[in-house]
């Protein structure tokens, strides 16, 4: 028998552009997705409080359990899939993220209707960072959502994280190279 797991320790959230975002055409590829991994019943709903996403053109979208099990949890490994989907169905860039509230790790994918999905995962804090680079936002309205404490603004990173960052920076350039060539 599964264990129920409190569906407030676990969190996914899609940003999708406000101009392209209308809940029943983002409804149809989640709750597909869901009945496909067998989550727990859930709802996507948009966020009210999402102030200076919305303000920076982004609808934000949450997966909201209808049962005390987690349909976010279940999703976790799927992330990438949904955001794709619904990527393709907005015919637009779309970006989600999935959260461990009370864990530290986070899994966040950026999509476009014709690109590959972009992803990152790791610690909660360097998700949530990255995700304000790619929404081009305060870090701090991110923990907002998630009711976290902000950002430490005296973070510096390690050589690691330099590493990481200039790789990534190389593989974005090539990218846009093949992308630029191939059109």
Not at 70 to 86: G, I, K, N, R
Not at 100 to 111: E, K, L, N, W, Y
Not at 118 to 132: I, Y
């Amino acid at each position: 028998m599964e264990t129920a797991a409190d569906s407030r320790e676990y969190r996914v959230v899609f940003f999708c552009p406000a101009s392209n975002a209308r809940l029943e055409r983002l409804e149809v590829p989640v709750r597909r997705l869901l009945s496909r991994i067998q989550a727990p019943p859930a709802e996507l709903a948009p966020l009210s409080e999402a102030g200076a996403l919305t303000e920076a053109g982004w609808q934000v979208y949450l997966v909201r359990s209808l049962t005390e099990r987690s349909a976010a949890q279940a999703m976790a490994a799927y992330v990438s899939e949904a955001t794709c989907a619904l990527a393709a169905e907005v015919d637009a860039e779309v970006l989600g993220l999935y959260v461990d509230v009370s864990g530290d790790s986070a899994r966040i994918c950026r999509c476009g209707p014709e690109d590959g999905p972009e992803t990152f995962a790791g610690r909660r804090q360097a998700a949530l960072t990255r995700t304000s680079e790619w929404l081009e936002v305060a870090p701090a309205s991110l923990s907002a959502l998630f009711q976290l404490d902000p950002p430490d603004a005296e973070y510096e990173p390690d050589a690691d994280d330099r590493f990481v960052e200039e790789k990534l920076r190389e593989a974005r350039a090539l990218m846009e190279r093949y992308r630029t060539a191939a059109k």
